[in-house]
């Protein structure tokens, strides 16, 4: 009898303590979702201002840079993909970008594969080498680069930039599928192996299936990272037929201005195609992103 009323006082005693903590929690998620939208205002802030100052004219855009278009004008546009040829530019970035892409995801995919499934002599060093190239700064790595290609006759050419993205990208593709092919069961493997498969076979039919985030997480970082960069291009492309996107938009530049408006519709149109692939594949992105988290 004693031991049910202690049980009953008990309980008595933690009803105020657990009434004196709710206010709190929802004073921290009150301020948890504040944080959050204040994160997200601070990031699409920029992109409203980036849209709207694409549908200006010139007089309204130095008017007012914070107002909405009172007169939308898609003559930007036309000027931008037509008469200073953005289309065109892009299509050479969609070309380098998903070129650099694919090989990227082949050849890391298959470089873990063989980090995880064999056991070789070295094997610790050489992933240790490719975990150090991570912090190699890019333009250390221009002159090599330049030479390299010169000699192969490759500048100014498509493969000039998807070459060097690839060989860019690769150790950290390498660092982020190794973690995640870590947590698939070696017992799988050896069981398709025992049923017929070679080791390429396994890799393909029974490993890649499953692992699509973590494939889509090399694919999408690499395809945004090459489709922004800069500097390599600037470097080992010359002609306008080869130029991507980040080197077009300098056409918008003139010795003592710049033609805003237009330069702002570039931009919106080179961004929309990369936040579309990141919505899409978001969900592949986050989960590909923590695989391997745990197990290592």
């Not at 873990?112 to 064999?118: E, K, L, T």
């Not at 702002?264 to 592949?284: G, W």
Request: with cysteine; aromatic share 14%; proline share 6%.
């Amino acid at each position: 009898m004693s031991s049910v009323t202690d049980t009953t006082s008990a309980a008595i005693t933690a009803r105020p303590r657990e009434r004196a903590i709710q206010p709190r929690r929802l004073v921290g998620t009150a301020l948890g979702y504040l944080l959050l939208l204040l994160a997200v205002a601070i990031v699409v802030f920029p992109f409203v201002v980036m849209v709207f100052s694409s549908l200006k004219s010139t007089p309204e855009f130095y008017a007012n840079l914070w107002t909405w278009p009172q007169s939308p004008r898609l003559e930007n546009y036309r000027y931008a993909w037509f008469d200073v040829g953005v289309l065109r530019f892009m299509l050479n970035s969609l070309v380098v970008s998903a070129g650099s892409m694919a090989l990227t995801v082949a050849f890391g995919a298959l470089a873990a594969y063989a980090f995880v499934r064999f056991t070789f002599r070295g094997q610790q060093s050489l992933f240790l080498l490719f975990v150090t190239m991570l912090i190699v700064p890019l333009p250390a790595m221009i002159i090599p680069m330049y030479v390299i290609l010169g000699k192969m006759f490759l500048l100014d050419t498509y493969l000039a930039l998807i070459f060097p993205y690839t060989a860019a990208f690769i150790p950290l593709s390498i660092f982020i599928l190794r973690a995640a092919f870590l947590t698939f069961p070696r017992e799988l493997i050896d069981a398709a192996v025992i049923d017929g498969c070679n080791q390429f076979k396994a890799f393909l039919y029974v490993l890649v299936p499953v692992m699509r985030p973590a494939l889509a997480t090399v694919a999408v970082l690499s395809f945004i990272t090459a489709w922004n960069e800069f500097i390599l291009a600037l470097v080992f492309v010359r002609s306008p037929e080869v130029a991507t996107l980040p080197l077009g938009l300098q056409a918008f530049f003139y010795q003592f201005s710049v033609n805003w408006p237009p330069l702002f519709a570039a931009l919106t149109s080179s961004v929309l195609p990369v936040v579309v692939v990141y919505v899409l594949m978001q969900r592949h992105v986050i989960s590909g992103l923590t695989a391997g988290a745990v197990k290592q």
